[in-house]
C-alpha cells in the first residue's frame, strides 16, 4: 500500500528549505565588498560568486513566495480570513492588524529615510563590507573588470596587447581572445582580476 503524497508536509518542509537559503544568501550579501571590488578581488563563499549569490537569493525569494502562497491558499485561508472576520460589525483583530501594518510602515519609513536603528544595520553591514578590502589594489577605473584585455592593457598599464602577452606568457599564462572581458580571462586561469593586476604590475616593474 503505497502512502498518498502529503501536501502539506511538502508545502512545510518547502517553506523551510527556501527560507533557510534566502536566510543564507541574505547574510552572506549583507556581509559582502560592493559589487566590483567582490568581482575585482574573486570574493566567494562555498565557492559561489556575490552575483550567483544574488541570483540564488533572488530565485529563493519567489520560491518562497509560491510555497507561501499555496500554504495560506491550501492550510491556512480559513484561519487567515478569520482574522478579518466581523463581530458586531467590527473586526475581531483588529488590534493585531493595526500593530501590524504600523510595524512595517514603521519598519518601510525609516529604512527609507534611513533613520535609527535601520540606518545602523546598514551601516554596520557597509562597514563589515569595506573592511574586507582596506588593503585592495585597484587603478581608479570604472568596472574594470570588465575591460576587454587589450584595453586592459592600454588603460591601465600604457602598453600595448602584445608587450601583455610577453609577461603573461611568461608566467605561463595565454590569450586566447584579446577582446575577451579581464574576469572571463582570470575565471578561464582560476584567478583574480586582482591578482592578474599585480601580477603584470611586478613583471613590468622589473
Known amino acids: 500500500m503505497t502512502n498518498k503524497f502529503n501536501w502539506q508536509s511538502f508545502i512545510s518542509i518547502g517553506l523551510l528549505i527556501s527560507f533557510l537559503v534566502m536566510l543564507l544568501s541574505g547574510v552572506i550579501l549583507y556581509?559582502?565588498?560592493?559589487?566590483?571590488?567582490?568581482?575585482?578581488?574573486?570574493?566567494?563563499?562555498?565557492?559561489?560568486t556575490k552575483k550567483q549569490w544574488e541570483h540564488q537569493h533572488s530565485i529563493f525569494s519567489l520560491l518562497f513566495i509560491?510555497?507561501?502562497?499555496f500554504h495560506i491558499f491550501t492550510i491556512n485561508w480559513g484561519l487567515l480570513i478569520s482574522y478579518f472576520a466581523l463581530e458586531?460589525?467590527?473586526?475581531?483583530?483588529?488590534?493585531?492588524?493595526?500593530?501590524?501594518?504600523?510595524?512595517?510602515i514603521l519598519v518601510f519609513t525609516g529604512t527609507f529615510f534611513s533613520l535609527s536603528p535601520f540606518e545602523n544595520i546598514i551601516?554596520?553591514?557597509?562597514?563589515?563590507?569595506?573592511?574586507?578590502?582596506?588593503?585592495?589594489?585597484?587603478?581608479?577605473?570604472?568596472?574594470?573588470?570588465?575591460?576587454?584585455?587589450?584595453?586592459?592593457?592600454?588603460?591601465?598599464?600604457?602598453?600595448?596587447?602584445?608587450?601583455?602577452?610577453?609577461?603573461?606568457?611568461?608566467?605561463?599564462?595565454?590569450?586566447?581572445?584579446?577582446?575577451?572581458?579581464?574576469?572571463e580571462f582570470c575565471s578561464q586561469n582560476d584567478m583574480s582580476p586582482q591578482e592578474l593586476y599585480l601580477l603584470i604590475k611586478k613583471s613590468i616593474s622589473k
Request: hydrophobic fraction near 45%.
Open 66 to 69: 509560491l510555497f507561501s502562497i
Open 88 to 104: 458586531n460589525k467590527k473586526l475581531t483583530n483588529i488590534k493585531e492588524l493595526l500593530a501590524a501594518f504600523v510595524i512595517s
Open 123 to 183: 551601516e554596520l553591514g557597509n562597514n563589515i563590507s569595506e573592511n574586507q578590502t582596506i588593503e585592495v589594489d585597484r587603478p581608479d577605473i570604472p568596472n574594470i573588470d570588465k575591460l576587454p584585455l587589450i584595453e586592459f592593457s592600454e588603460k591601465v598599464f600604457n602598453i600595448s596587447i602584445t608587450e601583455m602577452e610577453i609577461v603573461l606568457e611568461k608566467n605561463n599564462l595565454k590569450i586566447v581572445d584579446a577582446n575577451v572581458s579581464v574576469n
Open 31 to 48: 556581509v559582502a565588498p560592493e559589487g566590483s571590488l567582490s568581482r575585482w578581488i574573486g570574493w566567494d563563499v562555498f565557492n559561489l
